[in-house]
């Protein structure tokens, strides 16, 4: 009911969204994984969905329901989010990366359940770098307009700008973590080009919403 108010400011968009954390396998029934809850990243293509875009999320394991009207593709691991985003990627408008991608893979996952050994030794994980999804799409020649997301523990308002312009992006969303993680609240800090401003705290559906607004603004210029 509150959608039918929305201004319909990506009316005609195609959007893509990646939410939630990666789990990377350490064998069959084990892994690693993060604290992200996708909450930011589902309420973003909520509010995508409201203003009138067509939405795809490529989502890692998260308890979250789909939101109405957006088409969601799950996946587990970083490779397996970036072999998703880039069979999508071409002819979408806009590319939000608010996923919390594992860096890294474990190289040596065992194919069977790791057993413990009478000497009391521990496994040895060997980690490998994953793709880096939100740098490939931005680095595509007919590339979507694209925002980043970043978590700092500390910083943000340098560490924030600084990461915008390393992954030659437009638009980077910073928020403060590990404390926002799992939350239904939030406050964010958005790095452009003329600096950075704030979305002052609030629930996530009214930030996502607000950063809606912010992007469509972007967009349209
Ligand atoms: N990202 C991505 N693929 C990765 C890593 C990150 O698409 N393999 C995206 C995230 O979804 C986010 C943005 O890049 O939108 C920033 O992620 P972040 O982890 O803050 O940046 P990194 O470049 O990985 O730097 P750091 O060393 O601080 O983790
Ligand atoms: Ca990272």
């Known amino acids: ?18 939410a939630g954390p990666t789990f ?23 509010a995508a969905r409201e203003a009138g875009a067509d939405v795809m999320l490529v989502s890692g394991p998260t308890a979250l329901e789909i939101p109405h009207g957006v088409q969601r ?5 970083a490779q397996q989010m970036h072999d998703a985003v880039m069979a999508n990627v071409v002819g979408q408008d ?4 608010v996923a919390a991608v594992a860096d890294w893979r474990v190289a040596n996952a065992s ?18 770098q994953n793709p880096d999804i939100l740098a490939e799409v931005a680095a595509l020649p007919r590339r979507p307009y694209c925002v ?13 700008a600084a990461k915008r312009v390393k992954k030659n992006i437009p638009l980077l969303v910073g928020n403060l973590g590990p404390q926002t993680f799992g939350r239904d609240d939030n ?16 629930d996530k559906l009214t930030l996502a919403r607000q950063l809606v607004r912010e992007i469509a603004r972007r967009m349209a210029a």
């Open 187 to 202: 406050a964010l800090m958005l790095f452009d080009e003329q600096g950075h401003t704030s979305l002052p705290h609030a």
């Open 94 to 97: 806009l590319f939000v990366a």
């Open 24 to 46: 990377e396998p350490i064998d069959p029934v084990r892994g690693i994984t993060n604290l992200s809850s996708g909450k930011m990243g589902y309420a973003l293509a909520r």
């Open 111 to 128: 194919t069977q359940k790791l057993k413990k050994n009478a000497d009391g030794g521990a496994p040895q994980l060997q980690f490998t």
């Open 148 to 160: 980043g997301f970043a978590a700092e523990s500390e910083n943000l308002a340098q560490y924030g």
């Open 73 to 77: 593709i799950d996946v587990q691991t």
């Open 1 to 18: 009911i509150i959608a039918a108010f929305q201004p319909k400011l990506l009316a005609g968009r195609r959007v893509l969204l990646t």
